[in-house]
């Protein structure tokens, strides 16, 4: 351990006396990047609230914010509450499970109802985000336990539900590859786990972190930012190939931050070559961070935290196609499977700072331009119709979507600036002072 620790001083004090954090920012960038940190625009943002009227549960939640923001809780007031929310949710398992009991002691078949999650139509759009609808005005699936179509979700949901229960009775967690392990011949495989998961947080309205359950993460985050951790381990994010993100989000007791946005970026490739470049210097005080892909719930949980406490603003960098428009979309207002959650998981203000698809027509040569194929011309399809792009905010991206299928051409981030040093030193910049961010 004294070894690794002398290693990573060693890097720091190679990154500190190099070439690189002699470089200086061209004052229009600089410029740029502090109108993206105004403090008094970010403390000014609000919820546009929709024109029909709002839900009780969403008053409820819309007034807790706002309680969270401007009432200061004391720790003592944090653990009290923490255990008073631990006990309702156990009591609340307890009368699923012996309401299930009673109906097979009286012979009656035990059934389930859980919000069907695979409907658009069951999401509530207009709040800058996907969510799901409450039990009484969403459409249902019921699930019986002697129906043979049903019985392995209904066990599943069970087995779910009296592990959870065992976890917060012993204040414990568990990620759910260890919980796919601890009964690997009734699952199967992992994504049953997975919809049981879901199906237990739909039912009792209750999010993963909060019963126990954390998710692997495999984002990785660099750049001037400090993570203090419940345990009192301090996370330093300035290290060389990025840092993976925490897997227990919710224990994160604090940020200590002097960047002055977010940049998140699509591919794992991208980030390093980025960061390899000196994005950090060159682009920066900059926070980084990737999912590799499609963002994990540890990732998009995290950048929504950093929004909301450090009061920075995010920007997207993702592949000019229908894969990075949907990621795009997917940290902005949420997915439909997670859209129980996307009070904790959707960052509303996240902005697409590129690679959009008139970049490509611009930029890209031609050689670099690739045809869609028919998996994307239908994924595009779909995501046009998507009810949260008919909005004055999602209009914009609705129409780069539609003008994408009409040209019938797509590209990767690379296509538009070929190198690592033509993004940090001219597309990147370039689009930062431009300021003609989309969403």
Known sequence: MELMNKDALRLRIDLASSSIFSFKQDPTLVAAINRLYSREEMAGLQIILPERKL???????????????NVPTKPDDLTKHAKQTRNAIIKKIEDILGNINNSAERDASPKLIIRNQRLWSNCIYDLDRVALKSLHDAKTTTLCYMNAEDKSRFNTIVFVLTKVHELLSKNLTVTRRELFYQNV?????????????RDVCCLLDIP???????????GLIAGPLKIYQ?????VDCMMSGGTLIPQDIKGIKEFKSSAKYILVVEK??????????????????????????YPDVCTRQLLCRLVNELRLKALALVDPDPHGYEIFLTYKYGSLAQSHLSDSLACSSLLLLGARHHDIMILAPKAAQLPLTQLDKRKLAALIKRPYLNTPTGARVKSDLEVMLMSGVKAEIEAVASTAAALCDSYLPSKLIQGDHLG
């Not at 011949?185 to 049981?196: E, K």
């Not at 993963?208 to 495999?218: E, F, M, R, S, Y």
Request: proline share 3%; net charge negative; glycine share 12%.
């Open 55 to 69: 839900l009780f549960t969403e008053v409820q939640q819309l007034l807790k914010q706002s309680c969270e923001v």
């Open 208 to 218: 993963p972190w909060d019963l126990g359950i954390v998710a692997t993460a495999k």
């Open 185 to 197: 011949s009734r699952f199967g495989n992992q994504s049953r786990v997975d919809v049981g998961v």
């Open 230 to 234: 419940s345990d009192g381990s301090i």
């Open 268 to 293: 794992d490739a991208i980030f390093q070559k980025l960061l390899d470049e000196g994005a950090l210097i060159r682009l920066g005080p900059v926070i980084i961070l990737t999912g590799k892909g």
